[in-house]
């Protein structure tokens, strides 16, 4: 759970570093057809609202779930996340188990980003630039954070294309950490010991937490 969180303050940041760079007034739309683009956009857009919402987020951090669920996860393949941490358990499952299990991730998934959304930091962002997709069904967009005196944190977004030719993320990885890998390990143990249901249940309880806008004193 540590490393999972860890990737995910990472994917967070990330987002918010990259969109810092060059801050739009207005939503941009977002162009869906190409991964590259949307991931920058999406990251633009989001760190947009951030601001925007500030004084809300001020008096009500739980307003940053409002926030990633109206800007990010309309761009994360969550159903195609959850069938995968779910791993070979998938075909053991009902249809109601499947559709609430995605339904919990989902919601966890909000509500880790939200959290991580409350610590950033001004390191810079190189984007690598972008390939070739034409004939891709998956891409990774490369991201290296720099901060002084360190080395560069190297992630990248994994994105795929669907039947219709647009690309949704799935899968964050930090330093050659997947977070689908990690997370789907972590899920089969749970399903192992403690059964489907169980498992969405602790899911949904961990979504129900509100947000801790300064868990280390630093000001949003």
């Given at each position: 759970?540590?490393?999972?969180?860890?990737?995910?303050?990472?994917?967070?940041?990330?987002?918010?570093?990259?969109?810092?760079?060059?801050?739009?007034?207005?939503?941009?739309?977002?162009?869906?057809?190409?991964?590259?683009?949307?991931?920058?956009?999406?990251?633009?857009?989001?760190?947009?609202?951030?601001?925007?919402?500030?004084?809300?987020?001020?008096?009500?951090?739980?307003?940053?779930?409002?926030?990633?669920?109206?800007?990010?996860?309309?761009?994360i393949d969550y159903k195609y996340a959850s069938y995968k941490v779910m791993?070979?358990?998938?075909?053991?499952?009902?249809?109601?188990?499947?559709?609430?299990?995605?339904?919990?991730?989902?919601?966890?998934?909000?509500?880790?980003?939200?959290q991580a959304f409350t610590e950033y930091t001004d390191q810079k962002v190189?984007?690598?630039?972008?390939?070739?997709?034409?004939?891709?069904?998956?891409?990774?967009?490369?991201?290296?954070?720099?901060?002084?005196?360190?080395?560069?944190?190297?992630?990248?977004?994994?994105?795929?294309?669907?039947?219709?030719?647009?690309?949704?993320?799935?899968?964050?990885?930090?330093?050659?950490?997947?977070?689908?890998?990690?997370?789907?390990?972590e899920i089969s143990n749970l399903i192992r010991q403690k059964g489907i249901?169980?498992?969405?249940?602790?899911?949904?309880?961990?979504?129900?937490?509100?947000?801790?806008?300064?868990?280390?004193?630093?000001?949003?």
């Amino acid at each position: 759970m540590r490393m999972y969180k860890h990737i995910i303050k990472f994917g967070a940041s990330v987002l918010l570093l990259i969109s810092s760079v060059g801050a739009h007034s207005e939503a941009v739309e977002v162009n869906t057809m190409d991964p590259y683009d949307m991931v920058e956009t999406v990251a633009n857009n989001t760190f947009d609202r951030f601001h925007h919402d500030i004084d809300i987020i001020k008096s009500n951090p739980d307003h940053l779930k409002v926030i990633v669920s109206d800007e990010l996860m309309p761009y994360i393949d969550y159903k195609y996340a959850s069938y995968k941490v779910m791993g070979s358990y998938l075909k053991k499952t009902t249809k109601d188990q499947r559709e609430r299990f995605v339904t919990a991730f989902q919601g966890y998934l909000i509500s880790t980003y939200a959290q991580a959304f409350t610590e950033y930091t001004d390191q810079k962002v190189r984007f690598a630039p972008p390939s070739d997709f034409t004939h891709e069904k998956m891409v990774n967009v490369n991201v290296q954070i720099i901060e002084p005196g360190r080395p560069p944190i190297k992630l990248q977004f994994r994105v795929r294309r669907l039947k219709d030719d647009s690309w949704k993320a799935f899968d964050l990885v930090a330093e050659g950490v997947s977070l689908l890998a990690s997370k789907s390990s972590e899920i089969s143990n749970l399903i192992r010991q403690k059964g489907i249901d169980s498992v969405i249940l602790d899911l949904e309880e961990r979504t129900k937490g509100h947000i801790i806008r300064d868990p280390k004193g630093k000001k949003v």
